[in-house]
């Protein structure tokens, strides 16, 4: 057990920050839940852990949309072809690599992603992988690098026709399979940390066909959609061009569209298929770094997504900062949003965990799972309730991560990574040579 002595608590929905209070959590074996908050209330736990000195404590960060398998493109120098527009850019570069990536390229580009997303102060990180020479058994590598770093996740294979129908059927049973593998681990008892979701790359890559099996592994597994949709206009364009609908009421048709799904982007939703999106109480994926560095235009319509998430696409781990742009693009545009939107949307990420786990997160009180982050922020300025949002959008970023835990265990503590980053890096330096090698080779 450990107890955080002295310690103000910064709540997000509703910002919040207490006085100074004692916060005392199981650790993994002892169900690593959070068990008592209160001034003074560690008093009752003499032989726990005691951690002092720390200003700051919040509950962990939820990434709700990312792609390890792009954590090894970071500087990437290999021959890239200039491109025209979005479908240019995924032909060049991102379909390239997806097809470069082997089995230890994807468990060091798993490792790596991993860990820069603790060291930001993430404890949950939802992903959606593609590798389509090397898709079945490639959710259990990933996995098992959620579980040498200690992160809690949802993972889904990125089912595409664009290989074929061969890799289409492998996708969908890769998405099947790693379901029914937690469901399994479930029966026996087991309370799994990591969750399966069913995974489809893009609408313009998925044919009519290729929806059905997807829409058959949603029904059988009770899992949710997890997809890229109206990430450019060309696949809005396309959905009315070639499927007769527009790209939501495609996926609602196929019963694809849920409480557990994820629209991936939706910069290119109309208003009518938002309406139907919030009808459908479905999640939709804000990247606004992803979408600035691929020119795909901006979600002029987020205000109106009443279930919106922040996810980082694959860019990094930090998922503040992906806060601070999104909340900067929205005042670069002329939008109305202000940063309680878009903490409100990093918070919303416990919905999502929530639907997919079941219980509740993102709160320090007892009974929650203690995926907490300790925060050694000294600000210049108060930090009260009224504005914590405002020091999301201006102050508080992944250098004041201090400690780290997912389920009461320490991930980083002090500084200092629970696991051996530099061996980590050095491999993953090697791998990530051995792709762009791969790369080239394939043009
Ligand atoms: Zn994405």
């Not at 959620?146 to 949802?154: D, S």
């Not at 969750?195 to 949603?218: K, N």
């Not at 806060?323 to 949307?345: Q, V």
């Amino acid at each position: 057990m450990t107890v955080v002595e002295n310690v103000r608590v910064v709540g997000f929905n509703p910002p919040s920050v207490s006085e100074p209070v004692d916060v005392a959590f199981g650790d993994e074996s002892q169900g690593g839940s959070i068990i008592a908050v209160g001034k003074g209330g560690g008093r009752g736990y003499p032989s726990a852990k005691r951690v002092t000195g720390i200003p700051y404590l919040s509950p962990g960060l939820v990434c709700s949309h990312t792609h390890l398998y792009s954590a090894l493109a970071r500087g990437l120098l290999a021959d890239i072809k200039p491109s025209k527009d979005f479908g240019e850019q995924l032909a060049h570069l991102w379909w390239k690599l997806d097809r470069a990536i082997d089995r230890p390229i994807l468990e060091y580009s798993a490792l790596a992603g991993c860990a820069d997303a603790v060291m930001c102060g993430v404890t949950s990180l939802v992903d959606h992988h593609a590798s389509p020479e090397f898709i079945d058994g490639s959710l259990d590598v990933i996995r098992d690098a959620y579980e040498a770093i200690g992160l809690r996740g949802v993972l889904c294979y990125e089912t595409t026709d664009r290989n074929g129908m061969d890799g289409a059927r492998s996708g969908v049973r890769e998405n099947v399979r790693f379901a029914r593998a937690v469901d399994a681990g479930r029966k026996a008892g087991g309370k799994p940390k990591i969750e399966a979701m069913i995974g489809g790359h893009a609408c313009f890559t998925i044919s009519d066909e290729t929806m059905a099996l997807l829409s058959d592994a949603v029904a059988s597994t009770g899992r949710g959609l997890h997809i890229h949709a109206g990430e450019d206009r060309y696949d809005a364009s396309d959905s009315r061009h070639r499927f007769g609908a527009d790209l939501a009421v495609r996926l609602d048709e196929a019963r694809c569209l849920g409480p557990k799904s994820i629209v991936g982007h939706g910069v290119w939703l109309s208003k009518s298929e938002i309406e139907l999106v919030n009808e459908r109480d479905a999640f939709v994926a804000h990247n606004a770094r992803s979408n600035m560095n691929n020119n795909v235009g901006y979600a002029t319509l987020l205000p109106e997504v009443r279930n919106a998430v922040i996810g980082t696409d694959g860019m990094d781990g930090d998922v503040l900062a992906e806060f601070k742009f999104a909340f900067f693009k929205n005042r670069d545009a002329g939008g109305p949003l202000w940063p309680d939107f878009y903490l409100a949307a990093l918070d919303r990420g416990n919905r999502l965990l929530e639907r997919c786990f079941g219980g509740s997160f993102g709160k320090i009180e007892p009974g929650y799972p203690a995926d907490l982050v300790l925060w050694n922020y000294a600000t210049p300025t108060p930090l009260v309730s009224a504005n914590v949002p405002g020091h999301f959008a201006f102050g508080l970023s992944a250098r004041h991560v201090r400690s780290v835990a997912v389920g009461g265990r320490f991930l980083v503590e002090d500084g200092r990574p629970a696991f051996d980053m530099e061996a980590i890096f050095a491999r993953s330096r090697d791998e990530a040579a051995r792709l762009w090698k791969r790369m080239d080779e394939r043009s």
